[in-house]
């Protein structure tokens, strides 16, 4: 199936967007799963990560808005010391927050954390995860 032109240029916007903020050509995956294999999030995750680089190398940015895979990444680098390809899989779906976070998109909101759980939870959590999970 052929794309329309307009789709095929957003296509190919969004492959060079990743590129530019991750610096890995997703374009190179061959799709073998070791990604999702590795990945102690996956069962956590609407797409498993094959899946999510799949989307990401077609730039079919529709099929990524609006999932939780991205953000459920743990950030822990199992999937990219493992990838046969070299791609730093960690740094794509940092890329992918990225994309959803420079839109001024919250994926969590601090004001709706209830207070004693604001008391409850570290502090050093709280950072880490406001850092990664709002803009
Ligand atoms: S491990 Fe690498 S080559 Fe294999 S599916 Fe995942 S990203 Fe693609
Ligand atoms: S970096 Fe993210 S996608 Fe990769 S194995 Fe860890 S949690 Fe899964």
């Given at each position: 199936m052929t794309l329309p032109m307009n789709a095929q240029k957003v296509s190919?916007?969004?492959i060079e967007k990743i590129?530019?903020?991750s610096g890995e050509n997703v374009k190179v995956?061959?799709?073998?799963g070791t990604c999702t294999s590795a990945c102690p999030m996956s069962d956590e995750m609407d797409f498993f990560p094959r899946k999510v680089m799949h989307y990401s190398q077609f730039g079919l940015l529709q099929n990524l808005e609006n999932i939780n895979s991205y953000w459920k990444c743990a950030s822990c680098h199992s999937c990219t010391v493992r990838?046969?390809?070299g791609i730093d899989i960690a740094k794509v779906m940092e890329a992918l927050r990225l994309l959803v976070l420079r839109t001024s998109t919250n994926y969590i909101e601090p004001s709706q954390i209830p207070a004693e759980k604001l008391q409850e939870y570290p502090g050093i959590m709280m950072v880490a995860g406001f850092r990664k999970l709002t803009s």
């Open positions: 190919m916007h969004f590129k530019e903020l995956c061959m799709q073998c990838c046969p390809r």
